[in-house]
């Protein structure tokens, strides 16, 4: 069995028009949210083997926060360019190359390709996940290499403005 947890960037910021979308940066709201939520996942003691980013500013910046709140390694952290606006089949082959012996994995990326990957993975009919959303999906698999879709079952799906 293996869990795959996917984490969209929180919210970035557009005060910056000169920036590349590669370089937007956390809006105050993102900077509020990505601690937030992980402190939700420390909540349930959540701390994934391994944790792969998009290289983007937004999402390598919620990785660190995210892992820092959970006691995840910050030098851990590995980026990913593929990650960078992927889609779902992109997506796919990331988890199918991770290491066998990682129980839990956990990626931070983007929309739409985010959404898209979670609901082919799991056949949940998940509308968008918001910035810094959680889907966790649970795979009886023994090898990431196994992923495909369908396969997955949702164990939880949280976001920042959930339960207000």
């Known amino acids: 069995m293996k869990t795959l947890y996917l984490v969209r960037h929180a919210k970035s910021s557009w005060d910056y028009p000169d920036l590349s979308d590669f370089d937007r940066p ?14 939700r996942l420390a909540d349930k003691s959540i701390l ?4 792969f980013s998009s290289p983007a500013n937004r999402a390598f ?14 030098n851990k952290i590995r980026t990913q360019q593929s990650i960078y606006h992927a889609s779902e089949g992109t ?3 990331v988890v199918q190359n991770a290491e066998c012996d990682v129980k839990s994995l956990m990626l931070f990326g983007h929309n ?12 949940e009919d998940i509308y968008n996940i918001p910035t810094c959303g959680i ?8 090898s990431w290499s196994e ?3 369908g396969l997955g079952q949702l ?3 949280d976001y920042p403005k959930k339960d207000q």
Do not use: H, W
């Open 91 to 93: 997506l796919l082959k």
């Open 155 to 157: 164990e939880f799906f």
């Open 61 to 74: 910046t919620t990785a660190q926060v995210i892992a820092k709140g959970i006691g995840y390694p910050l």
């Open 26 to 39: 956390l809006s105050a709201r993102g900077e509020r949210d990505a601690p937030k939520m992980g402190q």
């Open 48 to 51: 994934p083997g391994l944790i």
């Open 135 to 142: 889907v966790a999906i649970k795979l009886d698999i023994s």
């Open 112 to 123: 739409p390709g985010f959404t898209d990957f979670a609901c082919s993975l799991s056949n």
């Open 147 to 149: 992923v495909n879709f």
